[in-house]
Nanobody
Framework: QVQLVESGGGLVQPGGSLRLSCAAS????????MGWYRQAPGQEREPVAI???????NYAESVKGRFTISRDNAKRTVTLEITNPKPEDTGVYYC???????????????WGQGTQVTVSS
């Protein structure tokens, strides 16, 4: 069984900073892409930052230059550094990972339970 456990959400003031972390655990053979999505109230879940596991990462246009994603493959963790947050960054942030659980098998997407980020003064 695979789990993604997030930590680090909370209330942050505009212009402040916040770090989100996510750790994958369980029966894991390999981990591919890892990243973060978010869902604002009344909105669909959208990608924020994805680490492609090849030295590259994709970011939503709205967060480029403010958010930084990083990962530690040995620890199977992914981190999102949020700087200069804006009120429109408010939402539930979900950790995402594509995980293969055994050799020769297809992988699938896994999601964390979500962590609330509120940007407000």
């Amino acid at each position: 069984q695979v789990q993604l456990v997030e930590s680090g959400g909370g209330l942050v003031q505009p212009g402040g900073s916040l770090r989100l972390s996510c750790a994958a655990s369980g029966s894991i053979f390999s981990v591919g892409w890892m990243g973060w999505y978010r869902q604002a109230p009344g909105q669909e879940r959208e990608p924020v930052a994805i680490d492609l596991n090849d030295g590259n990462a994709n970011y939503a246009e709205s967060v480029k230059g403010r958010f930084t994603i990083s990962r530690d493959n040995a620890k199977r963790t992914v981190t999102l550094e949020i700087t200069n947050p804006k009120p429109e960054d408010t939402g539930v942030y979900y950790c995402y990972a594509y995980i293969v659980t055994r050799a020769g098998a297809f992988g699938r997407d896994y999601w964390g339970q979500g962590t609330q980020v509120t940007v407000s003064s």
